[in-house]
């Protein structure tokens, strides 16, 4: 079981960019799927972006696609999403998480995960 830490959210104007980092422990990172989530006030949790143990696939949300890149540095424990071009409606608490098989994908069930982070808030200023 991997353990996840979320770091590098903030505040940020239209346009801006941010990177967030999570932070895994546990020696079988490498072998995990990796995915970001994100939780707007009153609104369900959502699928942002997901890369395989590998870092050669990745999947998107079409809202975020092209503005948003995930990667992983497996040597460093660390997944990252760049976010550039952000928008208010990215205003969120984003979500780390890990799957020990398959992949992480906008039709993955949430409840098919295996670890979560605590969140890391994002906010847009218009």
């Known amino acids: 079981q991997v353990q996840l830490v979320e770091s590098g959210g903030g505040l940020v104007q239209t346009g801006g960019s941010l990177r967030l980092s999570c932070a895994a422990s546990g020696r079988t990172f490498s072998s995990y799927a990796m995915g970001w989530f994100r939780q707007a006030p009153g609104k369900e949790r959502e699928f942002v972006a997901g890369i395989r143990w590998s870092g050669r696939s990745t999947y998107y949300a079409d809202s975020v696609k092209g503005r948003f890149t995930i990667s992983r540095d497996n040597a460093k424990n660390t997944v990252y999403l760049q976010m550039n071009s952000l928008k208010p409606e990215d205003t969120a608490v984003y979500y780390c998480?890990?799957?020990?098989?398959?992949?992480?994908?906008?039709?993955?069930?949430?409840?098919?995960?295996?670890?979560w982070g605590q969140g890391t808030l994002v906010t847009v200023s218009s």
């Open positions: 998480a890990a799957r020990s098989s398959g992949a992480i994908a906008a039709v993955t069930p949430q409840d098919a995960l295996d670890a």
